[in-house]
Nanobody, 126 residues
C-alpha cells in the first residue's frame, strides 16, 4: 500500500497552465502504476492519464490528449500532471491513484487502482 498526497490545484483562467503533484510514500514507488482521475460535481469519476510502472507507456483521455502530460520522478517518489491550455470543462477535483505492478492497457478503469489520494481542486474560469 502507498499513501498519496496531491498538491498544486487552484484557480486558473482559460488558456493558462497548472502542474499537479502527487507525492507517494510507504512503499517502493517504482513498482506502482500511477494515474490521475478527476471528478466534477454531479459527474462520475473520469480517467485523465496514467503511467505504467515497468516501462514508458502512458495513456490519456481523449479530452486532454495534447494538452496534459503525466510524468514521474522516481528520485522524489512523485508523479506530476502538467496541464496546459486549460478549459472551463477541466474544472474538477483531481485525484491521484496507484496500483502495485498494474500492467496491461489502457489503464483507465478506476477499479484497477487500490490506493487513492484525497484530491486537489482545479477551477478554470472563462
Amino acid at each position: 500500500q502507498v499513501q498519496l498526497v496531491e498538491s498544486g490545484g487552484g484557480l486558473a483562467q482559460a488558456g493558462a497552465s497548472l502542474r499537479l503533484s502527487c507525492a507517494a510514500s510507504g512503499d517502493t514507488f517504482s513498482y506502482y502504476t500511477m494515474a490521475w482521475f478527476r471528478q466534477a460535481p454531479g459527474k462520475e469519476r473520469e480517467f485523465v492519464a496514467a503511467s505504467r510502472w515497468n516501462d514508458d507507456y502512458t495513456s490519456y483521455a481523449d479530452s486532454v490528449k495534447g494538452r496534459f502530460t503525466i510524468s514521474r520522478d522516481s528520485a522524489n517518489n512523485t508523479v506530476y500532471l502538467q496541464m496546459n491550455s486549460l478549459r472551463p470543462e477541466d474544472t474538477a477535483v483531481y485525484h491521484c491513484a496507484a496500483d502495485r505492478w498494474l500492467a496491461g492497457a489502457p489503464l483507465r478503469n478506476p477499479r484497477e487502482y487500490d490506493d487513492w489520494g484525497q484530491g486537489t481542486q482545479v477551477t478554470v474560469s472563462s
